[in-house]
């Protein structure tokens, strides 16, 4: 078996047009390192094993496909120059990419100036399908799916009384409170905060003391898992005991927020959370693609892993049915893909480039992510409402 990988740093590279491709190369875009490096290792992990089994299968039109990828550094204008790097130099055909939704958002209109496929494996913000000129596909779910899907999970269980929504100041965490902001509001549940913060800060007990005057039913957070952790430590100094803690993934659904060493430890104890994949999940693949994960990173991976799995084969698929490394002919044959059964579930592209990807909630109970809605896809009762901290 040939297995092919080339990992870039960042280098700055002006823009210019899109020059003949290299057959065989994809481009891939993801945060290596930086603040978002938890989630791009999962990716990195994810477009491995993609890329092995892939080659395994005697590759891509017949020859063994290499993936060329750039580091964003967790940084949307380092990411932006991934697009020039890797389709101006290292003439990729096609790119995927990246982690966060300003770094995709970056790279969007970009991809499409040169005419290069975008498939997006991960970025949540709705607004990363503006710009695209027909270039760009998203894979997964997107934060209308996120709010929808939490919304969903109020009606089966009981409308909380009040919200308060809490997210960084970013593309990502705008888009996912405005999101939950009309969906909650057609729903009828009353919104009593709208706290924005800068990522990374030191401390959030100001804002969250300010919130808990306001005495919310239920909470949904919009963070990574740095500040994901900081809150929810902190929601216990300062006595917050909302009904429902609630989030839209990403940091409170990644594999370490459970844990003491890298998240919350118990402070995570009975937080509902979006997400986008479970290894119960009822999709082909999913528990025998846990396992292999398990086996090879000693780790249990969340959606972002599978995600960017999917990705390199799903666009592995577009390749082979474009029958040439041509990116005009792969973004066509991304427009046609209809595959009913992937390990991320069945893949259809809308007219805007979104797949209809189904949301799931989850909540941790005794450490681990268990699925409590939908109804259809539950392994566990949810825990309602969430115990007080002084009860714990």
């Known amino acids: 078996m040939q297995l092919r990988r080339l990992v870039f740093v960042a280098l700055a590279v002006g823009v210019v047009g899109c020059q003949q491709s290299k057959p065989g190369r994809i481009g891939i875009i993801t945060a290596l390192t930086g603040s978002q490096q938890a989630f791009g290792q999962a990716h990195d992990r994810g477009f491995d094993m993609a890329l092995e089994e892939i080659n395994a299968s005697g590759g891509v039109l017949g020859k063994p496909l290499e993936i060329v990828k750039y580091d964003d550094q967790s940084k949307p204008d380092i990411a932006a120059q991934g697009v020039a790097k890797l389709v101006d130099q290292d003439k990729v055909s096609a790119l995927i990419g990246s982690y966060s939704s300003e770094s995709t958002k970056s790279i969007v209109p970009l991809a499409a100036r040169r005419g290069v496929p975008l498939l997006m494996p991960t970025a949540t913000a709705d607004n990363v399908l503006e710009k695209t000129e027909g270039w760009s596909f998203r894979l997964c779910a997107g934060a209308t799916g996120y709010a929808e899907a939490m919304v969903g999970f109020f009606k089966d269980v009981g409308l909380p009384k009040s919200l308060a929504i809490i997210y960084e100041n970013t593309n990502f965490g705008q888009a996912n409170a405005a999101t939950m902001k009309k969906a909650a509001t057609e729903a009828g549940i009353p919104i009593v905060a709208d706290e924005s913060y800068t990522a990374k800060s030191p401390s959030y007990t100001a804002m969250l003391q300010k919130v808990k005057e306001k005495n919310p039913d239920a909470i949904y957070f919009a963070s990574y898992l740095l500040d994901a952790t900081s809150l929810m430590h902190q929601a216990r100094q300062v006595d917050l005991n909302p009904r429902f803690f609630t989030a839209a993934g990403t940091g409170f659904s990644a594999p370490e927020f459970p844990t003491a060493e890298k998240g919350a430890g118990k402070d995570s104890e009975y937080t509902f959370s979006v997400t986008q994949w479970m290894p119960e999940s009822k999709w082909v693949g999913s528990r025998e693609f846990d396992e292999k994960f398990f086996k090879r990173y000693g780790t249990h991976p969340a959606y972002h892993a599978v995600q960017a799995y999917a990705a390199l084969k799903v666009m592995a698929d577009a390749v082979t049915r474009a029958g040439k490394w041509d990116s005009t ?29 189904p949301v799931l ?12 809605s939908p109804k259809s896809e539950a392994i566990a009762d949810p825990i309602v409402p969430t115990p007080h901290w002084s009860e714990r």
Request: charged share 20%.
């Open 329 to 357: 002919a792969i973004r066509d044959a991304l427009k046609a893909t209809d595959i009913p059964q992937t390990t991320f579930g069945p893949v259809k592209f809308d007219g805007t480039g979104q797949n209809a990807h």
């Open 361 to 372: 909630v989850t909540q941790i109970q005794k450490g681990k992510y268990l699925l409590v």
